[in-house]
T-cell receptor, first 115, second 113 residues
Framework: DTEVTQTPKHLVMGMTNKKSLKCEQHMGHRAMYWYKQKAKKPPELMFVYSYEKLSINESVPSRFSPECPNSSLLNLHLHALQPEDSALYLC??????????????FGDGTRLSIL | SQQGEEDPQALSIQEGENATMNCSYKTSINNLQWYRQNSGRGLVHLILIRSNEREKHSGRLRVTLDTSKKSSSLLITASRAADTASYFCAPQGRETSGSRLTFGEGTQLTVNP
């Protein structure tokens, strides 16, 4: 079992739907991340939150909207997605982002399929 | 940003054998991390080695770092079927934000029972 919990595990949605992915950690970590992973490819960073503030947006299309309501929760709101957005979306957390480079702890992801 | 390149892309061995994977990178690093990903799961952090370290051990894992050659290797000894997974390295350069990890394409390890 991982210490980062992602829900749902699977999601199928149409291109006009609005849905949200959720991520939760209770390790007291102050940095949280969203990654996108296509089949047989490495994860690609999308967003980084540090102390509940967005610190990195890797030029992600606006149809993906992240939100960090508190230090334990991270959401990814989805709207008007395209078929090419079908992928595994991984959430991760780490103790911090400054100074010492902390390892990241990953959830098992949400497998998203866009019809 | 800094990205590692793993070699080989795929490795198939018998249970009990050792597996060695390599990672090369281009610019100076602050540290290098190795992660494992089992099929359908998230990534699991294995080892972080800092630029002033040459070797690090964790159980059956041994990581070496040669900053003069800009390369690292991950050795798994006495492999088991459960070691079957993709292995990624993530070098973090001095200029890199502490938060950004860029993974290489990975090595797919298959350990046959």
């Amino acid at each position: 079992d991982t210490e980062v919990t992602q829900t749902p595990k699977h999601l199928v949605m149409g291109m006009t739907n609005k849905k949200s992915l959720k991520c939760e950690q209770h390790m007291g970590h102050r940095a949280m991340y969203w990654y996108k992973q296509k089949a047989k490819k490495p994860p690609e960073l999308m967003f980084v939150y540090s102390y509940e503030k967005l610190s990195i947006n890797e030029s992600v299309p606006s149809r993906f909207s992240p939100e960090c309501p508190n230090s334990s929760l991270l959401n990814l709101h989805l709207h008007a997605l395209q078929p090419e957005d079908s992928a595994l979306y991984l959430c991760a957390s780490s103790k911090g982002v400054r100074g010492v480079r902390w390892p990241q702890h990953f959830g098992d992801g949400t497998r998203l399929s866009i019809l | 940003s800094q990205q590692g390149e793993e070699d080989p892309q795929a490795l198939s061995i018998q249970e009990g054998e050792n597996a060695t994977m390599n990672c090369s990178y281009k610019t100076s690093i602050n540290n290098l991390q190795w992660y494992r990903q089992n099929s359908g799961r998230g990534l699991v952090h294995l080892i972080l080695i800092r630029s002033n370290e040459r070797e690090k051990h964790s159980g059956r894992l041994r990581v070496t770092l040669d900053t003069s050659k800009k390369s690292s290797s991950l050795l798994i000894t006495a492999s088991r079927a459960a070691d079957t997974a993709s292995y990624f390295c993530a070098p973090q350069g001095r200029e890199t934000s502490g938060s950004r990890l860029t993974f290489g394409e990975g090595t797919q390890l298959t350990v046959n029972p």
